[in-house]
């Protein structure tokens, strides 16, 4: 399970719509949530007076998914480097060693042929760990071991398949689109480890981005208690069709407090289909590091919040980089679709085909414009972490520390609680930074002010302010007060950190 707290995703492991493929001729078995079916035991109007018949037509399709995994681990001798250190083990060396590891999640059957869809996480070893075995348990007990058909670590799905001498009950996908704030649902699931259970709620949110900054960060949030095991699981609407995967919890405990995620069935069911066929799952990449437009960007760019996303970074010889999207871009649109929480550029783009040439609008320094970029194919997720670089963080040279702390006439330390001085390719070269850079550097930061607590710290390099390059400290003190001539509230800097890329901060003025 991943647990959210603050904006921490929680797994629970212990769009079109689609109607997939049985394998089995037709009329050989109705789906558990046929339309015509779920009419009778489902009003029309309102709520149930009870969801008793629904979840007895559709809990048969539920299954409770557990693995048996190898897990590598380390050993040490406790008593090493005492005289006690040969008592225990005969003195021989402490390898690697193995143990064994159990996962709980739940799954849905989706074809009377047994393909079983559920979280790769559900499916996916500890660390080190390999799976040994998987096994799909019916809601009657019987077991089954399943094959691994495919998995998609990026929007988290998995595929298995099931076989048996009679098809098997089964549940079909259905249109999350049409799902609105309010809608009652039901999720079935095995929270805990204790075997079926229902649980009910309504719909939070629709299309709910936890900040995540991944490709799916996209999801249906309910108030429908889910659980440590209830990954995978289904989120069915009041027509018993599919709507959503149970995937994710908002938490500090662990446990469910109201507020789930689920993968909407409009990205699920395209994926599932294409692992289903034994597809490759292609997604479109533009190698830009982005940054949602909240409050305090919005207010440093004197633009609307809660419309674009903000670019940090660009790859080089990478498809953003190529098309000429700059550092410090507001994203408006993509390929004719407005970009904000409910549409992330990173969805956006995850779902257009590799090689596709796509209009990009976006604002530069205050104007508009519009570029074109062609599509890349985006890594896998593997690869994508490789790409992350961790630095540690250097002490400041003791050269530095004796420079003077403050210049100017003093409205950089009243307004952004911060006292600067030039960089001189002496301080550059100390600070790990080219001779060549220009800038200014952090000699003093007030804890109590908005640059304190978003991390400035001494030794950081502020190569602009409000997109003007700096060189002198009353080039700082003059876009501050431009600033708030203009009513702003904020100040855009970017900011050059030892081994670290430079990166947009927006500090708010005192």
Do not use: C
């Not at 999801?219 to 709507?243: E, H, W």
């Amino acid at each position: 399970m991943r647990y959210a707290y603050g904006v921490t995703a929680a797994l629970l492991l212990g769009g079109a719509t689609l109607t997939l493929a049985t394998g089995f001729p037709a009329g050989a078995q109705v789906a558990q949530n046929d339309s015509q079916q779920m009419q009778t035991v489902v009003p029309r109007a309102g709520a149930p007076t009870s969801f008793a018949d629904l979840t007895q037509q559709l809990a048969p399709a539920v299954v409770n998914i557990s693995t048996r995994q190898r897990v590598r681990v380390t050993t040490t001798n406790p008593f090493a480097g005492t005289p006690f250190e040969d008592m225990f083990g005969g003195g021989q060396p402490q390898g690697p060693q193995t143990r064994e590891a159990q996962s709980l999640g739940s799954g849905f059957i989706i074809s009377a042929d047994g393909y079983v869809v559920t979280n790769n996480h559900v499916v996916t070893a500890e660390g080190q760990g390999e799976i040994e075995s998987i096994t799909v348990t019916m809601p009657d007990g019987t077991e089954h071991t399943a094959r691994l058909v495919g998995r998609d670590a990026a929007s988290d799905l998995a595929v298995l398949k099931i076989t048996a001498a009679k098809p098997f009950p089964f549940v079909r996908f259905g249109d999350s689109r049409s799902a609105r704030v309010g809608d009652w649902v039901i999720a079935i699931g095995n929270p805990f480890g204790l075997g079926g259970s229902v649980t009910s709620g309504i719909i939070s949110a629709v299309y709910r981005n936890t900040g995540s900054g991944s490709a799916y960060d996209r999801y249906l949030q309910t108030d429908a208690a889910i659980n440590r095991g209830n990954s995978g699981g289904p989120m069915f609407d009041m027509k018993g069709q599919v709507i959503g995967i149970n995937n994710a919890i908002y938490s500090p405990t662990g446990g469910s407090i109201g507020i789930g995620f689920a993968i909407p069935a409009e990205t699920a069911a395209p994926i599932v289909d294409r692992l289903m066929r034994g597809q490759s799952i292609e997604r479109g990449y533009l190698g830009i590091r982005i940054q949602p437009l909240n409050e305090d960007l919005a207010d440093s760019l004197g633009i609307p919040h809660r419309k674009g996303e903000f670019v940090q970074a660009t790859e080089p010889g990478k498809p953003a980089a190529l098309a000429g999207i700059l550092p410090g871009d507001v994203v408006l649109k993509v390929n004719g679709r407005d970009v904000g929480p409910d549409q992330t550029l990173s969805y956006i783009v995850a779902n257009i085909a590799p090689g596709s040439r796509i209009p990009i609008e976006l604002m530069r320094d205050g104007k508009r414009m519009t570029l074109t970029a062609t599509v890349g194919r985006r890594p896998s997720e593997e690869e994508l972490a490789q790409q992350t670089f961790d630095p540690s963080q250097a002490q400041t040279p003791d050269d530095f520390n004796r420079t003077p702390k403050k210049q100017g006439d003093g409205i950089t330390e009243k307004s952004l609680g911060l006292s600067v001085i030039p960089l001189t390719p002496q301080i550059a070269r100390q600070l790990g930074a080219s001779e060549s850079t220009q800038g200014l550097v952090v000699t003093v930061v007030d804890p109590s002010s908005d640059a304190g607590s978003k991390g400035l710290q001494r030794g950081d390099i502020i190569l602009s302010a409000n997109y003007r390059a700096l060189t002198t400290v009353a080039g700082l003190e003059e876009t501050i007060r431009a600033a708030q001539s203009s009513n702003r509230v904020a100040v855009l800097l970017r900011v050059q950190r030892r081994g670290q890329p430079a990166t947009y901060l927006p500090v708010r003025l005192r």
